[in-house]
C-alpha cells in the first residue's frame, strides 16, 4: 500500500503491517504513560484532613496500606490540595485520544469511496436521511468528535488548577469532574475503535493497485539510478522530478514509464543516456520490489516486519500479565 505523508499525498511504498505497528508502538507507549501515572495516583491521602493531620492518634501508614495504596502522600498541604496526579492521568488520557485520533483520520480517509481501501462494517455506519446510495462512517466520526471534547476537558482542568492555592477549595472538585470526564471517553473509546477495526473489511487488491500507480515508487527509481550509474542522488531526483511532471502532465501512470523515456529526460539534463536496462525499471516500479529492499530496522519488509510482530507479541503478553496483576 502507498505510505502517505503531507496530508494524503502518496510518498513511498509501505505494507498494511508496517502501518499498524506503527499505531501499536504508539499505543504502547500510551499503556506506560498510563502506568506511570497509575504509581503516582495509588498513594493514600487519607489522615491529611483538612491540610494540617490531626492530633488524634492515627497510623497514616497502615491506612494507605489497608486501603491497597502503593504508598502516601507525605505533606498534608500537599495531599489535602494537590491534583497534579489527576492531572498525569488526564493528560496520559488526552495524549492516548490523540494517538486513537491519528489512526481515525487514516481509516476515514481510507474508507472513503476515492480511497477505497477498507470498508467499515455497517454495524458502525449510518445512512443518509435522503440519499439512499450513502454509507456513512459514523463510528469513525464519533470517535473523532470524542478525541476533541477529551482534550477540552483536560484544558479546562488546567484553566481550573492553575487558580488553585496550597490547600483545599471547592475547585479541587470541578478539576476532577473534568478529568474523569477524559478518562472516561478513554475507557468507552478504545474498545469501541478496537471492535471497528476487528470487523473492517481491507481491500487488499485496491491498496496494491493504488500504490503502483500513485508514483509512489518514484524514490526508489531515483536510488536505482544511483546504484546502477554514476548520478550523484541529487541529479537523479532532478531526472525522476522532471520525468513525473511529464508522465502526469500526459495524464499516464507510473508504469508508463520505461528506459527510453528515463534516456530522453538524460539526454537533455546531462547530454547522455543511462541506459537502464528494462528489468531496473521494472523493479524499480513495482512496489513489492520496493518494500522487499527496504530491510533496514524498523522498516517495511516483511522479514523485518515479522521481526517486529513476534517482538511485539511477546511485549502484549508481558503487558498483560502486569496488568493483570493489579488486580
Not at 499505543?27 to 498510563?34: G, P
Not at 486501603?67 to 505533606?75: F, K, L, Q, Y
Not at 470541578?174 to 481491507?202: G, S
Request: charged share 20%.
Amino acid at each position: 500500500m502507498p505510505g502517505y505523508t503531507h496530508h494524503s499525498q502518496a510518498a513511498q511504498p509501505v505494507t498494511l503491517a508496517h502501518f499498524l505497528l506503527a499505531h501499536y508502538d504508539a499505543f504502547a507507549r500510551d499503556v506506560e504513560r498510563l502506568e506511570q501515572a497509575y504509581q503516582v495516583t495509588n498513594q493514600s491521602a487519607m489522615g491529611a484532613c483538612a491540610l494540617a493531620t490531626t492530633g488524634f492518634p492515627i497510623d497514616r501508614e497502615l491506612v494507605a496500606d489497608l486501603t491497597g495504596c502503593d504508598g502516601m502522600v507525605e505533606n498534608s498541604l500537599d495531599a489535602a490540595g494537590g491534583r497534579d496526579f489527576l492531572m498525569q492521568a488526564g493528560t496520559t488520557a488526552a495524549i492516548a485520544m490523540s494517538t486513537i485520533g491519528r489512526l481515525v483520520e487514516s481509516l476515514l480517509l481510507w474508507n472513503t469511496p476515492d480511497f477505497g481501501m477498507v470498508e467499515l462494517a455497517d454495524a458502525y455506519c449510518g445512512i443518509s436521511s435522503i440519499m439512499p446510495q450513502k454509507k456513512n462512517p459514523v463510528g469513525l466520526e464519533m470517535i473523532r468528535a470524542e478525541v476533541v471534547r477529551t482534550h477540552n476537558a483536560v484544558n479546562a482542568a488546567f484553566g481550573i488548577l492553575k487558580g488553585l492555592p496550597t490547600g483545599n477549595g471547592r475547585e479541587p472538585g470541578y478539576i476532577d469532574a473534568e478529568i474523569f470526564e477524559a478518562t472516561e471517553k478513554l475507557i468507552m473509546m478504545a474498545p469501541f475503535l478496537a471492535e471497528i477495526i476487528n470487523t473492517l473489511t481491507v481491500k487488499v487488491e485496491n491498496m496494491l493497485n493504488k500504490a503502483r500507480e500513485g508514483f509512489s515508487t518514484m524514490t526508489e527509481l531515483a536510488d536505482v539510478i544511483v546504484r546502477e550509474t554514476d548520478l550523484s542522488f541529487h541529479e537523479s531526483y532532478v531526472l525522476v522530478s522532471k520525468l513525473v511532471a511529464q508522465v502526469n502532465g500526459q495524464g499516464l501512470k507510473a508504469s508508463a514509464i520505461t528506459s527510453e523515456w528515463i534516456d530522453e529526460i538524460a539526454m537533455g539534463l546531462y547530454q547522455r543516456p543511462l541506459q537502464l536496462s528494462a528489468e531496473a525499471v521494472r523493479r524499480a516500479l513495482d512496489p513489492v520490489e520496493n518494500v522487499n529492499v527496504r530491510a533496514r530496522t524498523g522498516g517495511p519488509a516483511p522479514v523485518e516486519v515479522i521481526r517486529m510482530l513476534k517482538k511485539r507479541n511477546a511485549m502484549q503478553e508481558e503487558l498483560q500479565r502486569r496488568l493483570q496483576g493489579r488486580y
